[in-house]
């Protein structure tokens, strides 16, 4: 199962180019997609889900083209979670995702099964009685991801999920969204590193409505070998100017001395000591070094 994007542009009304040529194809299991406000990711989500047509270029889901004779049959094989999102305020939790439920023409002892299997997996089952609107943002949140999830679709598009929870939330959601993409296919949208480094095999770092990188994080990892650097500044004007002239993905104390862990080309004039790049020093790299 994948879902296969070619040549795929997006430009809006104001000529503005939101995806510019962009190629990739989603294979099973969960692919991360990382990138900065106004990359483009929230775009091409808009796409893969049918809510936006391209301006050129192609999707296929399965081999099956994106199309407006196809769109009924594809928007019943997708979930999402936008990143905003607003579930019916006055409903309660179990009328909202029943109402959602029959939206999505899931018979009613098929949804409630669901309905139950989905908020003990979330940790809602005691806010099942609660109206929407009584809900804290993470709580909807977790609302909203149960109401992706309930016709079980083939191709799963999250943005930011774990927005708002707790860690033993996030790791919760985390372990639920890894089984679910056995034999399915997810695009998780984050700015949480972790999220992805906790889930994800393959990543893609969006730029400017292109992608910069797709593939294995092990190879984005390698990208960045040694071009991250441990070093230690004097004082604070030191640590100023290092932040001014680099990539300073960290600071803080330790022992008495400021550490600060930076990304450059080349290792700084200075006491440094190359060490091995996280996720996020990757993506500091891959965005603001590569060709």
């Not at 890894?178 to 999220?195: G, I, K, P």
């Not at 994080?217 to 071009?227: N, V």
Request: with cysteine.
């Amino acid at each position: 199962m994948s879902i296969k994007i070619e040549d795929l542009t997006v430009v809006f009304k104001n000529k503005v180019t939101a995806i510019n040529h962009i190629n990739l194809e989603i294979p099973k299991g969960i692919l991360g997609l990382l990138g900065e406000n106004g990359a483009g990711k929230t775009t091409l989500m808009r796409v893969l889900t049918t809510i936006l047509e391209p301006s050129d270029g192609t999707v296929s889901f399965e081999g099956m083209s994106y199309n407006s004779g196809n769109y009924a049959e594809i928007q019943g094989k997708i979930g999402y979670l936008p990143q905003e999102i607003e579930l019916y305020p006055s409903l309660t939790v179990q009328e909202c995702l029943e109402y959602m439920g029959d939206l999505s023409c899931i018979p009613k002892r098929t949804c409630k099964e669901r309905i139950q299997y989905y908020l003990e997996r979330t940790n809602l089952l005691e806010q099942r009685k609660k109206k929407m609107k009584q809900l804290s943002g993470g709580m909807k949140r977790r609302v909203g991801l149960v109401q992706a999830l309930l016709n079980e679709p083939e191709f799963l598009v999250i943005d930011e999920p774990t927005t708002g929870l707790d860690p033993e939330e996030r790791i919760r959601i985390r372990n639920l969204l890894v089984e679910f993409s056995e034999n399915r296919t997810v695009l998780f949208s984050t700015h949480v590193v972790e999220d992805l480094i906790a889930t994800c095999n393959q990543i893609a770092v969006m730029k400017k409505g292109e992608f910069l990188y797709s593939g294995s994080i092990g190879e984005l990892l390698e990208q960045a070998r040694g071009h991250v650097w441990l070093c230690k500044a004097v004082d604070e004007k030191t640590a100023r100017e290092l932040e001014k002239n680099y990539h300073v993905s960290s600071k803080q104390y330790v022992n008495g001395s400021l550490q600060i862990r930076l990304i450059s080309k080349m290792m700084p004039p200075m006491e440094c000591k190359p060490c091995e790049a996280t996720l996020e020093d990757a993506y500091i790299y891959i965005t603001n070094f590569s060709a």
